[in-house]
């Protein structure tokens, strides 16, 4: 990609270890796990324990090579995680895998799938006990436990179980988040940390959910929404955390994504310098519109929507079934009051934000590509952002362009979400040639490979709309639209390469068959 390298200095940061300061120096280019281990040393903390960090006030600090830097006069402490503490976590754990292997025993009686979760499951106990029950861990256990009880049952055929199928009556309680004071960790946003949110460069993979909240929830003061609409900030964190409790487990359409998506809005806000050019209003929609774009996405796009006929394609007569119902369910939690961070906003105003931030969620719908691009590129050559018409036009475009803008960060960061996309694509198609539906050709496991999913999309959707942006925000160049370039020739190469062992591959099989026929 066109992402360059900096040179760091070592990182200091100062310990109270027993009353006495301990002096701790290591690379900014250490893991987090590296770094936890050499603060278990220092602080005479047998390997593998799991531990946290707390400064003077007690506040948590996120254990990672962007921590903010102390001094010897403001110490910051480690701390083990207590037996009870871990002996809970344990006793949850192993609920959770009695109540799953329970629901598997009654519903599935067939003796290779009882081995099968077994196995997984084994494998999965093995994991936690070679990570030392760490929290994370079994956080990560468990999703893996959740994708695995939908995978099988997307086996138990038809399409009645069908988990695309969302059922008001019956996810209704989703919705509803805790009511009382939201009591995620404090995390302590570093300068660096803070700087690089504002980048498209930034690695969306090194953030648990509760700091991915916390920066979502820090955008939000930092543009200046809290103030603009009065929200009172403990109903902006149970507005953050019902939000998260709405995105499912998928692949690719999950939290993080939307975390992805939103961080990308908040880099082009600064990229571009839009706070001079739009109001706030349009800054709240945009940030809201990006935060909300995917709530409850099923992992099955429109086209299977509406080929199995699901209730959402029934409900909202085939037309951009998955887009209308992440509008239905933003607006069923805003229409909570614990919730509602709009309550201040006077009731014309809203209707006007609620409009706004629908027709930026619709626009997210592929299938309106081309008539959303074309209509920005007659009015971009003499584009007055006094219009309103024009104004519109940019936030769709924006909203799309952060929508699918992996491949403009660090391929590093980018090439793990085309890992997760295919994922996902191939849930689907495994789906639809069990149901006898048809399979897209680019989500088929049999006919796609990495670089021939990208090149097209990179070539033909990504760069055309990218370049279009370009003549309205030439700044984007050099750190958006020349990593896509750098991208497509990343994956021809990757395509030339492929094609030359195919190619090879095939004429040894054929020397093989001569040979044979000789003999």
């Not at 190469?493 to 095939?506: G, S, V």
């Amino acid at each position: 990609m066109g992402s360059s390298s900096s040179s760091y200095a070592p990182k200091t940061i100062y310990l109270d270890v027993g009353g006495k300061v301990q002096k701790v120096v290591f690379s900014r280019h250490c893991s987090p796990f590296d770094i936890k281990e050499l603060l278990c040393s220092s602080s005479n903390i047998p390997r593998n324990t799991a531990i946290m960090m707390v400064d003077p006030e007690g506040a948590l600090v996120s254990i990672d090579p962007t921590m903010p830097a102390n001094s010897p006069n403001s110490l910051y402490k480690v701390v083990p995680l207590s037996a009870g503490q871990l002996g809970e976590k344990e006793d949850m754990f192993q609920n959770v895998l009695s109540q799953v292997a329970d629901q598997f025993s009654r519903a599935f009686r067939i003796n290779e799938l009882k081995t099968e979760i077994t196995n997984r499951l084994a494998m999965l106990e093995k994991r936690v006990e070679l990570e030392g029950l760490k929290v994370v861990e079994i956080e990560k256990c468990k999703n893996d436990l959740k994708k695995l009880r939908d995978e099988m049952a997307s086996r138990g055929g038809g399409r009645v179980n069908c988990p695309c199928k969302y059922n008001f009556s019956e996810d209704g309680k989703k919705v509803t988040p805790r009511r009382d004071v939201p009591n995620y960790p404090k995390y302590t946003l570093s300068q660096e940390t803070i700087e690089a949110l504002k980048k498209p460069t930034f690695d969306v993979w090194h953030w648990e959910h509760n700091e991915m909240l916390s920066c979502l929830e820090y955008m939000y003061h930092d543009l200046g929404l809290v103030k603009e609409f009065s929200m009172n900030p403990i109903t902006l964190k149970r507005w953050l955390l019902g939000i998260q409790e709405n995105y499912r487990n998928n692949p690719f359409h999950n939290f993080r994504h939307c975390f992805c998506v939103s961080q990308m809005m908040y880099g082009m806000i600064h990229l571009c310098n839009l706070q001079e050019k739009l109001t706030l209003t349009d800054m709240g929609i945009l940030m809201t519109a990006a935060v909300c774009h995917d709530l409850d996405h099923p992992g099955y796009n429109n086209t299977y929507q509406i080929n199995a006929r699901t209730e959402l394609a029934v409900r909202y007569n085939d037309i951009s079934p998955l887009e209308n119902h992440h509008c239905a369910v933003a607006f069923q939690i805003l229409s909570l009051p614990e919730c509602n961070i709009f309550a201040n906003v006077d009731p014309e105003s809203f209707k006007q934000i609620r409009q706004a931030i629908i027709t930026l969620i619709l626009a997210t719908d592929m299938a309106r590509h081309g008539e959303i691009l074309d209509s920005f590129k007659q009015k971009v050559d003499n584009f007055d952002f006094t219009n309103e018409e024009h104004v519109t036009c940019l936030k769709m475009v924006l909203i799309k362009c952060c929508d699918i803008s992996n491949e403009v960060r660090p391929t590093e960061v980018a090439e793990p979400w085309v890992d997760c996309l295919l994922e996902e694509y191939f849930m689907q198609s495994d789906r639809e040639k069990c149901e006898g539906l048809p399979v897209a050709p680019f989500m088929d496991r049999d006919k796609v490979t990495k670089p021939t999913a990208q090149i097209g999309f990179i070539k033909f959707v990504l760069i055309p709309m990218f370049e279009t942006v370009m003549k309205l925000f030439p700044q984007i160049e050099e750190i958006m639209v020349q990593p896509l370039r750098d991208s497509r020739d990343h994956y021809e190469e990757l395509k030339q390469i492929d094609d030359a062992m195919t190619e090879a591959q095939k004429k040894q099989t054929e020397s093989m068959s001569l040979g044979g026929k000789k003999k």
